[in-house]
T-cell receptor, first 113, second 114 residues
Framework: DSGVTQTPKHLITATGQRVTLRCSPR?????VYWYQQSLDQGLQFLIH???????AKGNILERFSAQQFPDLHSELNLSSLELGDSALYFC????????????FGQGTRLTVV | AQSVSQHNHHVILSEAASLELGCNYS??????LFWYVQYPGQHLQLLLK??????LVKGIKGFEAEFIKSKFSFNLRKPSVQWSDTAEYFC????????????FGTGTRLTIIP
């Protein structure tokens, strides 16, 4: 158990819908990262939050957004879903130093039908 | 921008064979290097990491990796693989400045034949 909790584990939804994925980082970790894993794109970095503030953006679509709350949990919002958004979405957390590895959650498998 | 190349996409070995998976990175500054493993249906778990010091690092489950700065490489090795090593292996890099995202390679799928 990595200490990073993601909910839900599985999500099936229709095209055009909006979903919210939730991540609770390890206790004490201030950084939260979101990654998308798909067969054709591999592991792609989406966005990084540190202590409530956005630190870096990767290949994140405009239809996607995220935030980190005062209790440090994070949510990834995906809207106007398309079939191609079907993927495994991972959250990872790390401490503030960056001198430790990132710990990954179990992921949320999103299927858009 | 950082990039990571894993040249072996799918490796098939018999049990007890030796393993070496290649990883090369591109980055102009000082980096941290990682190997993660993803067993079927599971999340990514850290095998080993390099921040500084001895370039030969040992990780869990008998894996080791060697950082060769001049070659921008961080190859993963294991002298004798087991069927339970069947998984996908990802090399990753981030900046040594701290709090930086990981950039992953495309992964190497390892299949061990009993």
């Amino acid at each position: 158990d990595s200490g990073v909790t993601q909910t839900p584990k599985h999500l099936i939804t229709a095209t055009g819908q909006r979903v919210t994925l939730r991540c609770s980082p390890r206790s004490g970790d201030l950084s939260v990262y979101w990654y998308q894993q798909s067969l054709d794109q591999g592991l792609q970095f989406l966005i990084h939050y540190y202590n409530g503030e956005e630190r870096a953006k990767g290949n994140i679509l405009e239809r996607f957004s995220a935030q980190q709350f005062p209790d440090l949990h994070s949510e990834l919002n995906l809207s106007s879903l398309e079939l191609g958004d079907s993927a495994l979405y991972f959250c990872a957390s790390s401490d503030w130093t960056g001198r430790t590895e990132a710990f990954f959650g179990q992921g949320t498998r999103l299927t858009v039908v | 921008a950082q990039s990571v190349s894993q040249h072996n996409h799918h490796v098939i070995l018999s049990e007890a064979a030796s393993l070496e998976l290649g990883c090369n990175y591109s980055y102009g500054g000082t980096v941290n290097l990682f190997w993660y493993v993803q067993y079927p249906g599971q999340h990514l778990q850290l095998l080993l990491k390099y921040f500084s010091g001895d370039p030969l690092v040992k990780g869990i489950k008998g894996f080791e990796a060697e950082f060769i700065k001049s070659k921008f490489s961080f190859n993963l090795r294991k002298p004798s693989v087991q069927w339970s090593d069947t998984a996908e292996y990802f090399c990753a890099v981030n900046s040594n400045f701290g709090n930086e995202k990981l950039t992953f390679g495309t992964g190497t799928r390892l299949t061990i034949i009993p």
